[in-house]
């Protein structure tokens, strides 16, 4: 293998759609928000968001004693500016708002500051039950990052090549779920654990009574539990031109179909919190290492086979 | 524009480091080392090494988290709650300090850097790919499984054992 | 009408209750429980997260003070409601909301309920944490250590490995989410893992204990309080609204039932609660028993459900465990707070 290969244009969108994106991932939001609210069973599902919004909006700020505000404020801002810095790299429909070269990667890293994010917010409420919640997400994070970069990273074996563009042009055959399966559920699983959504809400579970989130109220709160959502969305909103084939489909055109594979995997994400309980690390953390780990190594290993013989 | 963006990450780079010494606060520290470390990823990006840079600030997100677990458990003073002094040698380490980054500043000023022959190849990660690795893929790939097949195995070993010995 | 008024109001219809469960008053709960579920208004984690403070039943005088303080902690707009008889629940709600939306009240609340948090000296010492001002402020074993910001520093302990690490007494309860009423667990941890537990139940030894109608309806308010410790919150509502309709008296044995088979099919729970010592049995058991009563199956409530006995065995159950397995644990033993002696702990 001792040629290049051939690099292609970098095809992003116009720049003002860096401002739309914000919006777009709003609107998107919400929809998930009222879409939790359905499944919940909550009355009024529609107005729950508002209601919710409208309630943080409104509600007054409070400070701990001897708290770290510094950190505090800082993390909780962090988490919204990551899942927003994350969705740069988005196809939407075709072409990304910036369709950096790297950015497999990119999304990596901008995910992980949420690590950072939530253990700031945790540390800096000076509460027992908080930094019990911080320190749970950083277990967390240790459990779900090796199994989640081994999937991300067979799906750009696939396409060889750490641009979102291309891996979406690599599945106009075949999409890389039927390739890889493997790697999908890994990185499903991923992503809820990465939002701390679901099954993997312990950081801000109910038995620390909000754990992270402990002592957050009003805009604070907002600001955080914002920043979660949007980072499931956009965990979800990945999923699409990495294994599901972008948006590719008859009839419709790409964003309707990007936008239509988003909500089937959000609300498979959804379903998952009322299906199982609070998976705690102490149980999960020798599974993703023992079981996952090896899973994904194995599925990169065929995948590699399968590029390396067709080559 | 680039030039304002190098001297504004390079500053960055200096203060955040700087107030690693001058906090009080162990968690606070831990962050403003990531700072200081994001400012430089992005350096790195300005030179058009763009996993690299992604790559740098991927491992030292990861790693500055896992550090302020063990900055908190280990150090005195985790929170900043009483003012925080550097007890042993004080004047010493500065002069060291300062003294290393204004030989390394000379130097790089003074050194008579070799003009540009060339261009940077169209798709650096695969250059930097194939140079670090080249011919000998297939070794890399048998160690790095092993490596972590090890680690695997020690996780394995010890938790066998529970949290405080044989309690399972 | 300015934004704050309509954010009020807009906000208003669906406020997050924080209910402070008393001793003995579970009648007055329940009835709350079931009425924010016929609202669809949700229940707070923590007075943070809390619009309307509930105090269902009249408290005597220690709990009534960790109410104050859980209180002063709920951030404005915020509203107050003492329910001592089980007849006006509705109307106190109303009342409630109709409170939060007043703008003019809820300015008053702002600045003279919650000026003390802007201030970082505080004359009463408080951890960042609410869970559970109890009576005591001073921290019991270890008094010498420095202050800092009016705060007792953390003191090390020597912990089961040898290590030397930091010891910090958290009191667990009684205002926690899915706790039993009135407990308060005073833990000393290291790190999440609890070395010292000493429990204690607030206000004990009430007039007249609470008698359930039904059986079932008390098992699945203990299952109810477990699921949500759990984490499984739509297994944990599921359950509520069979209790309630027990009470109400509708047949519930078909959906019982297969809330029942849910649990028990859920291989994920299996493993989650495997291998969680409880005294004589393990958290596994206790929840196979309580399904059991929930189906009919056994009619004796396992002896660990006993009140006093509960109060003092429990603390000795979460030594060595883990914070969140200490949860598990006392939601599986469920003490029944109600029928604690006065004078124990």
Redesign the interface.
Known sequence: MGEMPVVPEPAALPWWWALLLPVLLGVGTWLALVGDAVC?????AF??P???A??L???????????DTVLGRIGGGVLPVAALLAAAVLPLGERPVADLSVGVVWFNAMEVLAWAAVWMVGWG??????L?GG?RFVAQGLAYELPHMFAIITAALGAASLRLTTIVDAQQDLWFVAIMPVAFVVYLVSAAAMAFWG?F??PV??????GA??????VD?LVFAGGRWLLLVVAAAMAVPLFLGGGAGPLLPAWAWVAVKTAAVLALLLWL????????M??YVEFAWVVLIPLAIAQALAVALVVLGGA | MEVVLFWALAAAALVFGYLVFRLDSMAQVTFALLASFLAVAGLVLLLGLGYLGVVIALMMVIEMVIMAVFMIMFMMNPAG??PMTMVHNKVGSAVIAIGTFVALVTGILLVDWPAREGAPPPDPTFALGEALMGGQMLTMMTLGVGLFATIVATVVLSTDRG??GDE? | MDL?AL??R??A????VLVVAVPGATAVRLAVEAALAR??WPIA??P??A?VLAVAGSSGPELAAVVDAVWE?V???RARVDLAALADVDEHLEAAAALLADVERQRTE?VSG?AS??A?D?SR???????GHGAHHQHHHHGHGGT????PMAEPGPD??GLTLDR?H?PLGPV???WPAGLVVRVT?QG??VQEASADVLDAGPAAPFEWPSAPARELDGLARF?????????A?QARRLRDAALDGDRIEAEAAALVRRVRR?R??R??VR?IPAGPTDVAALLARRLDAIEGVSGASPELQQGHLAAIELADLLV?T???SA??IVAAVDPDTDRVEAGHG
């Not at chain 1, 919940?40 to 009024?44: H, I, L, T, V, W």
């Not at chain 3, 219809?13 to 997050?16: G, I, Q, V």
């Open positions: 919940s069973g909550e009355r009024a107005a729950v508002g209601r919710e409208a309630r909006l409104v509600g007054q700020r409070r400070r701990t004693v001897a708290g409420a000076n509460s027992a039950l908080g019990v320190y099954p809400d312990a579970g109910r038995d620390v009574a909000g989130a402990v002592e957050l109220s009003g709160r919190r009322h299906r199982f309980p609070t998976v705690r102490d149980r | 709650l009483m949290r405080y399972r | 704050t954010l009020l807009v906000a219809r669906r406020p997050h609202r669809g984690t923590g943070a997260d619009d902690q951030p404005a707009p702002v919650n948090h802007g970082h505080h010492p408080r951890q960042g944490d609410h869970a800092v910001a009016g705060l089961r490995d910090l958290v926690l989410p899915d941890l999440d893992v699921l949500g410790v759990a984490g499984w919150s739509s297994a509502g859920s994920t729970l493993w989650l291998g060595g883990e914070l969140a949860r598990l």
